[in-house]
């Protein structure tokens, strides 16, 4: 990040996620490029990033939201009003009528779900797909993360897909890649052509899930354009994107206070912050979050292992090393905190939850949310 958005930053009370205006406009300008020069269409996964409040910016560059389920659903239909997607693994009784008012394409993981709800999205004009699993894993280490993992709930396989009825199936989803580049993307069409290849010549339109890494510097776009525009014009085919990450990938800040120094072997700075409660990829992922002006432990003069106030003792965020001591008060400023944090939080432990902050671009920074205690008490009985 730049010194001057830091000095912005110091005077914020913390904790506090910001998320950087300027920034999420960079990454949008490139996914806007993405689907003028493919013709595909971009949504927004809200999963990775709900920040309503930047939708009314979000929705000038791309074309809409994904949603896994009713309450996503309702805010892309609320905050955002352009295409609006949805897939989850199963749809409730209670739900599906509410969730296909505010969605245009329905996309179901199973041949029972289908039949279940078939009828009810055609009646109401709306559009159908299945995700499929082309079961091929792209990924390593990251089990959680490969929805091509042995057992995976997530997709139809090809065994399961060849028995259904696809009356009223319009396209296919595939969601298979997590942080990736658009090498692992050609790979995965290829298994999804060799797989599914004579099922997408009677489909309008085909999801290829999210986890593109669009935004990345050293993500390969002229290779993802390929790849969008074989498809659509070998199956005559709408193409959609629906990355999360990459509409706010390094476009965020979480911004904490130093509250205590302690030592047990070596330094430890207490923060006012929480891998669990703010940041929780960081343990389960798990990942070191950059963090502002800091080094590798031992890279720099101080090195300090920081943790949180809360009582787990695995609370850690990692050991990290500075040019000059720490002391109570100093603030400190982990990087790429839009995506998967915000979304993620929660109050164990009686933390409370970060207040959320726009960093405009003329260098204001506004506290567009404030939580206190109500938050955290309006969740328990
Ligand atoms: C998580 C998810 C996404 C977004 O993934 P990113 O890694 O944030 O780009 C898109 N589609 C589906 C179905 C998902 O589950």
Same mark, same amino acid.
Do not use: W
């Given at each position: 990040m730049e010194k001057s958005v830091y000095e912005k930053l @110091?005077?914020? #009370?913390?904790p506090v996620y910001v998320i950087d205006e300027k920034r999420i406009k960079e990454n949008l300008e490139i996914l806007k490029s993405v689907e003028e020069q493919s013709g595909a269409k971009i949504l927004l996964?809200? &999963? /990775? *990033? @709900?920040? *309503?409040?930047?939708y009314p910016l979000i929705k000038e560059y791309i074309s809409g939201t994904a949603c896994s389920g009713l309450y996503e659903a309702r805010l892309g239909y609320e905050?955002? $009003? +352009?295409?609006n997607h949805v897939f989850s693994a199963a749809y409730r009784d209670d739900e599906i009528d509410e969730i296909i008012s505010y969605c245009g394409h329905i996309i179901f993981n199973s041949g029972c779900q289908l039949e279940r709800f078939r009828d009810k999205v055609l009646k109401a004009g709306k559009k159908i797909g299945l995700r499929i699993n =082309?079961?091929? @894993?792209?990924?390593? $280490? !990251?089990e959680i993360y490969d =929805?091509?993992? =042995? &057992? @995976? +709930?997530l997709g139809i396989t090809l065994k399961a897909f060849? #028995?259904? %009825?696809? /009356?009223g199936v319009s396209g296919l989803h595939f969601h298979t890649l997590c942080e990736q580049n658009s090498d692992d993307l050609a790979k995965t069409l290829d298994a999804v052509e060799e797989k599914f290849g004579k099922y997408l010549y009677d489909m309008e339109w085909i999801n290829f899930g $999210?986890? !593109? !890494?669009?935004? +990345?510097? %050293?993500?390969d776009i002229p290779l993802l354009l390929d790849c969008i525009k074989r498809i659509r014009e070998k199956y005559n085919v709408e193409v959609f994107l629906e990355p999360g990450e990459a509409?706010?990938?390094?476009?965020g800040y979480l911004v904490t206070s130093v509250l205590d120094i302690t030592e047990n072997d070596m330094p430890i700075a207490i923060l006012d912050t929480s891998a669990a409660c703010h940041m929780p990829d960081v343990l389960e992922m798990p990942y070191r979050p950059p963090l502002y002006l800091s080094g590798e432990k031992?890279? &720099?003069?101080f090195s300090y292992r920081l943790g949180s106030?809360?009582?787990?003792? $695995? %609370?850690v965020i990692g050991e990290y090393s500075f040019d000059n001591a720490l002391s109570v008060g100093d603030k400190l400023c982990f990087e %790429?905190? /839009?995506?998967?944090s915000i979304v993620k939080n929660n109050t164990f432990n009686g933390m409370p939850l970060p207040d959320i902050a726009i960093l405009h671009e003329n260098g204001e920074c506004e506290v567009i949310k404030r939580f206190g205690y109500n938050d955290f008490k309006e969740r328990l009985s």
């Open positions: @110091s005077g914020v #009370k913390t996964a809200q &999963k /990775a *990033f @709900s920040a *309503f409040y930047v905050c955002m $009003g +352009r295409e =082309p079961e091929c @894993s792209t990924q390593e $280490g !990251h =929805p091509c993992s =042995p &057992k @995976s +709930r060849e #028995k259904i %009825d696809l /009356a $999210g986890g !593109h !890494h669009i935004t +990345r510097s %050293d993500y509409v706010a990938l390094n476009a031992g890279e &720099k003069a106030q809360t009582c787990l003792a $695995g %609370d %790429d905190m /839009a995506i998967y």
